[in-house]
């Protein structure tokens, strides 16, 4: 039987076989995808952001900014705040459309709450 390589649905990337199955790759962090469009949108290199990041003291190299941009491995907690100040952006930009509008919503719930009662 001829090696197939079929499209992973979870990540974009091809599947690998595990067994006589075909298991998807699932990707390790929700912050990449944004972290290459915001790359991609400044023009800048991946060897460019990591010399923005080592200079503001986050431990990084150009191949561990390609995994996290790809999803093969997990952001930590400073990488992702090297990448908040490397992009100038709020941190909550990193994740999915689905957890801004969460967020937004918690932030509103909260303000309508903190209102002295009794106006």
């Known amino acids: 039987m001829e090696n197939i390589r079929l499209p992973s649905l979870t990540s974009g990337r091809w599947a690998q076989p ?24 400044r023009d800048w290199t991946q060897d460019t952001l990591v010399a923005r990041m080592q200079c503001r003291d986050v431990q990084i190299t150009r191949a561990v900014l390609a995994n996290i941009e790809s999803g093969r ?25 689905e957890t801004q509008q969460l967020d937004e919503t918690i932030a509103q719930r909260k303000g309508r709450n903190s209102r002295p009662h009794g106006r």
């Open 73 to 97: 491995t997990k952001a930590t907690d400073e990488h992702l705040m090297g990448f908040q100040r490397a992009f100038g952006v709020q941190i909550i930009q990193f994740f999915p459309q």
């Open 18 to 41: 595990s067994g006589s199955q075909w298991a998807p790759m699932r990707r390790l962090n929700v912050i990449g995808q944004m972290v290459a469009k915001l790359r991609f949108e």
